[in-house]
Every structure is written in C-alpha cells, then in structure tokens.
C-alpha cells in the first residue's frame, strides 16, 4: 500500500479535499456495541452529551474558528453508513462471534444520521452539546472529539511550511517507532490502539495503526477504530463505557435503584453479548465502591478495565477482590487503558507479568504525542483532556465520580450526593494530562 505523505498532504489540504471524520464507522467500537443495546432496550431515552475541556489553561475557541468547527460538524451530519459498511459489520466476525449485530439493527443503523447540535462561546471555550434520543446522540462522541482535536492541530500547523511539516512529522515517527521498539521488546505483551477520540488527526492515527502492525506484529491485537480495523484487517476492540452506568444512575428512582446501577448495567450487557465482551469497567462511581458491593456472579466475568486509578495499585485491588471470590487471577484479564505512556505499560507489564493476562489500550499518547516535536516551540501541538460526556438522562442530571476526582463530571450538589451514597475511599486526585 502506498504510504500517504503526511507532510504534503497538510501543507496541501483543503476542507473540501481533506474532511476531519470521512465515515460513521470512524468510531470507537465500544460505540457501536452500546448503541445496539441502547436501541434494542432504551429506544425511549433521552440524552445530552457535553462538551468538557479538562485542560482549562487551553482557550479553545481562541484557537478554533467557530466557522471551520461548524463546517466539520455539519459536514459529519451528512455521513451514512455505506453499503460496504454494512456488509462488513453484517457479516464480520468480532470476538470470536459472527453477527454479532442483529439483522434488524442493522436495518436501522442504515438510515441513521447524526442529530443536531448547540454551538456557542463562552469565557474562551466552546460549549457543545448534542441533545435527544440517547440511541441518535450517542453517536456525536468520538467524531465531536475527533473533530475539535484536529481543527486544533490544523491551526497549530498553519504557519508552517512544507519542510517545517517535514521536519514534525520525521521527528514524531521516529518518537513512535523509538516507542514501538520498546514495546516489542516485552515478551507476550499485548497492545491495541485506543487513540481515536483525542488523535492528532485521522491520517496520523492510520499511520500509528500501520506503523504498530508492522513494528510489533502479532502483539498488536487491533483497534478500536472501526474504519481503521475494517480497512486494515484487524480485531475492532471494545466493550462498554462510562455512559452505561452514568445514564442507570441518573434515572434511578430511590437510592437502592442508584447503588445497584452499575450491576444493572452488566445485567442488561451479558444479557445482549456474553461470551468475550465480559469485562468490567468498575470506576464509574469509584472502584472500592464497585468491588464492595458487587454480587458474586461478576467475578465470573472475563476481566476489568481499570480506568483510572493508577495501574498498579487499581490492577492489585481487583487482583485481592478475585482471590476474596476464590478465582485465580491467572485465568482473569486486566485491559489498562488511561493516559498510558510507554514507561507505565513497561511498569505495569513487569509488575503484573505472571499474576494475571493482561493488554494495554494505547490511547492519546501513541495517537498524539508531538510535544518536543515542533521545529519552532508552541504548545499548541501538545495533547489536551477533552471529553465529551453524558450530562442529563430523561432531564436529570448525570453524573460520574471516578477513582479521580479530577475526572469527576457532573453537578456539584449531585456529586456530593453521590458521594454520600458511594463513599470516597479510594479516590485519589491526580493530575490528568489527557
């Protein structure tokens, strides 16, 4: 396959040429997943997602053009699921299942357009949200995100010329590959691309999916990028996310309804896929709160995500919850997944090597690490916290606590209630980058 010259191409590019998210199946697959059970169980549910910049020292809309951000997000509104699309996630096989999405779901999918949005300014930052049916806003996640981080790149490289690109993208393939080598270096690891939601562009992120296909060969496991592993004959990889249980929480009736959603959430999940797609995200409301009440049939599952606690200190914890329950960690899987650099994978590779399986989703920072990169200084390259998450579930207010309290999202008033209904232990602030 000839390789596209990343360089040429943006010093080149125009919007009409080069549109920031090209298909719907530009999308985490975790999305696709969830949005099969949203439609297939909760087609009566509303939901508004939100815009959230964590990196509140970045002005967004002074670096963006409110314009150019209007046009890739109209632009997305036109996209439908091609014909070829729907042939593969028809008649794919994803963790080991054929048709593994419904016939009747696939039929709806083909119509499906993303909605509309709420677009203004406010104190230097964007305020972005999507409004309606959960199982249509869902989908303005990952190309909203998508989106705002490449207009942020493309802005960042206006001034430079042909060889100035030249020059950054020389020096951030050869930090990946330095990276890549490092990684193979570690016997039996396992890495996947998770990169796709704050990625430096698309172009730069099928290069790193390449690039590890090649470097690492049969320990990259895939990509969450569905677009990507279609196009690239690799594992789409993912199974649910922190919105499951945010929206069971925010329309629960009593305080027993909302300490038993996250479990609720699995119920509905194992109900729809069983089988591999068994892995815990236990970090919505706090991990030690997850673990302590969590009924025994969870530690039948295939394994945890651990989100965001620190790797090894989160990884252990579950390791005790599952030798409490009487299963043998050795035969579990831990997937970490938040913020990884390539010293932490090392880390934690060693640390956890013959305890426990385990694999790295590798996110933000193999998809858009360009700090040092630059031939002239500016941070305006440099990765940022942006997430785009639930904010109101049938007009109530949602909510998501974290392991980080930095991460926490949601009213004040209803975080502390939630606090009094989960507890705090365990949550530890920590600075997060991306």
């Known amino acids: 396959m000839a390789k596209t010259d990343i360089a040429r191409r943006v010093y080149n590019h125009t919007w009409k040429l080069d549109p920031i998210v090209r298909s719907l199946l530009d999308t985490d697959f975790y999305k696709l997943l969830m949005l099969q059970m949203i439609w297939g169980m909760y087609p009566k549910v509303d939901a508004t997602f939100s815009l959230i910049n964590r990196t ?30 729907m042939i593969w996630l028809g008649g794919n096989t994803f963790y080991g299942r054929k048709q593994i999405f419904e016939p009747e779901f696939l039929a709806w999918l083909e119509d499906f357009r993303l909605p509309g949005y709420e677009l203004s300014r406010r104190d230097g930052q964007f305020e972005l949200s999507f409004a309606g049916p959960w199982m249509y ?29 030249d020059v950054l993208y020389a020096r951030a393939k050869a930090k990946m590959w330095d990276k890549t080598e490092r990684l193979k270096a570690l016997p039996g690891i396992r890495i996947s691309d998770f990169g796709t939601r704050r990625r430096h562009s698309f172009l730069w992120q099928r290069w ?51 300490r038993q959603s996250p479990y609720k959430v699995l119920q509905d999940w194992q109900r729809y896929y069983g089988g591999n797609l068994l892995i815990v995200l236990p970090d919505t409301f706090g991990t030690a709160a997850f673990l302590r009440d969590a009924p025994d049939w969870i530690a039948d599952w295939t394994g945890f ?22 299963k043998d960690p050795k035969q579990k899987l831990l997937i970490f997944s938040d913020g990884l650099e390539v010293e932490t994978i090392e880390e934690t590779y ?85």
């Open 56 to 85: 509140t020292s970045v002005r967004l809309a002074d670096e963006i053009d409110e314009g150019e951000l209007r046009e890739q997000l109209d632009h997305a509104r036109t996209l439908r699921f091609s014909k070829k699309e």
């Open 208 to 258: 790193c999916v390449e690039a590890l296909k090649e470097g690492i060969g049969e320990a990259f496991t895939g990509t969450s990028n569905v677009l990507l592993a279609m196009d690239n004959d690799l594992e789409a990889l993912g199974t649910n996310a922190h919105e499951l249980p945010m929206v069971f929480a925010a329309l629960a009736n009593s305080e027993g309804e909302l």
């Open 137 to 165: 806003t869902t989908l303005w996640e990952i190309p909203a995100l998508a989106i705002i981080n490449e207009l942020r790149s493309r802005a960042a490289m206006r001034s430079f010329g042909p060889f100035a690109l």
């Open 350 to 434: 060693r640390h956890f090597k013959g305890k426990v399986r385990m694999s790295f989703g590798w996110g933000t920072n193999l998809t858009n690490d360009f700090e040092g990169c630059a031939p002239t200084e500016t941070k305006s390259l440099d990765a940022i916290s942006l997430v785009c998450k639930v904010s109101e579930a049938n007009g109530r207010p949602a909510v998501k606590l974290s392991d980080n309290p930095a991460k926490a999202t949601g009213d004040e008033k209803e975080i502390k209630r939630y606090l009094r209904i989960f507890g705090e232990k365990g949550r530890v602030e920590q600075l997060v980058k991306v």
């Open 305 to 326: 995500r651990p989100d965001s606690a620190p790797p090894i200190e989160g990884g252990e914890k579950i390791l005790a919850w599952w030798r409490e329950k009487g």
